[in-house]
T-cell receptor
Framework: KAGVTQTPRYLIKTRGQQVTLSCSPISGHRSVSWYQQTPGQGLQFLFEYFSETQRNKGNFPGRFSGRQFSNSRSEMNVSTLELGDSALYLC????????????FGEGSRLTVL | AQSVTQPDIHITVSEGASLELRCNYSYGATPYLFWYVQSPGQGLQLLLKYFSGDTLVQGIKGFEAEFKRSQSSFNLRKPSVHWSYSAEYLCAVWVPTGANNLFFGTGTRLTVIP
């Protein structure tokens, strides 16, 4: 069974640009969550999608958005990039909501110059 | 507010030594508890979880963790470590309130010297 797949793995952008990251969950998993990981802040929850609807959202500005498609694949978008957005963005999927048992992808490493 | 504390930022042990990584949480009730491991440049792999029942739980790779309600702790243990276990270990709790359901500690970086 394939794991959670995130693309791209690495990318470099400049301030002011926007970026879209993609996540394909484990087959059969309908919940997808996104986390931002930085050395200073650790892992911080961005949002969770289930059945194409955003169910939870963390404390991030509106520049961070996401969506989920009917096949459970998810994308997140960051507009007007800032230097502080440089981070590892991790996607996680779960079979059911409300358990915390998440299966993570390898992440997308974003560097903003 | 809910919080997870991993008091040890970095631990170094020799190969073959035993290991205990500490995790304390702050929450009014018993949350669901997890330990994840993250190798450099990789995502997180679930080591073990505690939902309820037996307070000593077994996980993958021979890891175990013990939930102690009186101490609000969920410490991870391994009788003997291999150099390949060098990685970041993250404790997490899930609580059924608010938007951020899964709270992570800041992690403990483990270095195993061959």
């Amino acid at each position: 069974k394939a794991g959670v797949t995130q693309t791209p793995r690495y990318l470099i952008k400049t301030r002011g640009q926007q970026v879209t990251l993609s996540c394909s969950p484990i087959s059969g998993h309908r919940s997808v969550s996104w986390y931002q990981q930085t050395p200073g802040q650790g892992l911080q929850f961005l949002f969770e999608y289930f059945s194409e609807t955003q169910r939870n959202k963390g404390n991030f500005p509106g520049r961070f958005s996401g969506r989920q498609f009917s096949n459970s694949r998810s994308e997140m978008n960051v507009s007007t990039l800032e230097l502080g957005d440089s981070a590892l963005y991790l996607c996680a999927s779960s079979l059911a909501r409300g358990t915390g048992e998440l299966f993570f992808g390898e992440g997308s490493r974003l560097t903003v110059l | 507010a809910q919080s997870v504390t991993q008091p040890d930022i970095h631990i170094t042990v020799s190969e073959g030594a035993s290991l205990e990584l500490r995790c304390n949480y702050s929450y009014g009730a018993t949350p669901y508890l997890f330990w994840y491991v993250q190798s450099p440049g990789q995502g997180l792999q679930l080591l073990l979880k505690y939902f309820s029942g037996d307070t000593l739980v077994q996980g993958i790779k021979g890891f175990e963790a013990e939930f102690k309600r009186s101490q609000s702790s969920f410490n991870l243990r391994k009788p003997s470590v291999h150099w390949s276990y060098s990685a970041e270990y993250l404790c997490a709790v899930w609580v059924p309130t608010g938007a951020n359901n899964l709270f992570f500690g800041t992690g403990t970086r483990l270095t195993v010297i061959p």
